[in-house]
């Protein structure tokens, strides 16, 4: 299993990023994914999370209305349309595969695999 984010990068308040996390080395549509963000010293926690087939979405609520999470499954991707950018968003994003124990959609135990992560900087 392999995932790799890209499209992080500097943005000023109020911009907009795309992050990616392309998916491989497994069936992608079986399993939901998820977005989680750590900034430094703090703990890394979920922003967005998707099921298979996309029916079910989640949101942290500090990105409620400003993040939008999708996933193609033709393309094997997840995206994190992100909008209205603040400095607080500033932080390592990770794409991350859930795996058999469930702790709900935001919840990091939830996931077994996980990206390098993609920094993200509003300033």
């Known amino acids: 299993v392999q995932l790799v984010e890209s499209g992080g990068g500097l943005v000023q308040p109020g911009g907009s990023l795309r992050l990616s996390c392309a998916a491989s080395?497994?069936?992608?549509?079986?399993?939901?994914m998820a977005w989680f963000c750590q900034a430094p010293g703090k703990e890394r926690e979920g922003v967005a999370a998707i099921s298979p087939r996309a029916a079910g979405i989640y949101y942290a609520g500090f990105v409620q209305g400003r993040f939008t999470i999708s996933r193609g499954n033709a393309k094997n991707t997840t995206y994190l349309q992100m909008y209205s950018l603040k400095p607080e968003d500033t932080a390592m994003y990770y794409c991350?595969?859930?795996?058999?124990?469930?702790?709900?959609?935001?919840?990091?135990?939830?996931?077994?695999?996980w990206g390098k992560g993609t920094q993200v900087t509003v300033s």
């Open positions: 991350a595969r859930a795996g058999n124990t469930w702790h709900g959609p935001l919840d990091p135990g939830s996931y077994n695999y």
């Open positions: 080395g497994y069936t992608y549509n079986r399993n939901c």
